[in-house]
């Protein structure tokens, strides 16, 4: 990957950082098209979600460019819980994921940028966590400071939230934001021709 120019459909710097753990310097271009869920379960929705961020950085970007688009949400019985707008509904949601299990699920799409088209391949893994059980003065501590404010769920598992985790099923990179384990192994299958799909470049508004 290190040989081929990667676009990061994302200014998230922990999915920047997991890929350079990896040997890969990406050039950062965030997706700016506005986000439209259909699909039903975690799983679907941050699918679709890193298509669309893909497909609209992979419009301006040159042949030969490899394109990252990935979304990740945290779900508690099949609830999505995004970001927290507000210090209070972090403290909600860390009060629905204490003391139990939850999945975090990341949707990855690779599009590889051709002169006539594209080809890409969208995946997602799954990582359930389990979270001590947490005292509300603890829930109020957390939720009160400024980690919790731009990660899906109210927690960074890297962060200081790490003091309340019991285990995880699966892989740890996932739930920081990015499986880079899997989105190598994607890679190299999807560079062989292994099982990708053509996707039409989305159009121009003027065209």
Known sequence: MKD???ILASNSPRRRELLRQIGVEPEIRPSKIEEKVTAQTPEEVVMELSLQKAEDVAEGAQAGALILGADTVVA?????LGKPESHEEAADMIRLIQGRAHEVYTGVTLICKEETGSRGRTFAEKTQVLVYPMTE???????????????????????RFAAYIEGIHGDYNNVVGLPVGRVYQEWKNFMAGDGSRRVPLPKKEDE
Do not use: T
Request: charged share 35%; aromatic share 6%; no cysteine.
């Open 4 to 6: 081929i120019k990667v």
């Open 76 to 80: 508690v019985d099949g609830k999505i």
């Open 137 to 159: 003065e603890e829930i109020k501590a957390y939720a009160d400071s400024d980690e919790p404010m731009d990660k899906a769920g109210a927690y960074g598992i890297q962060g």
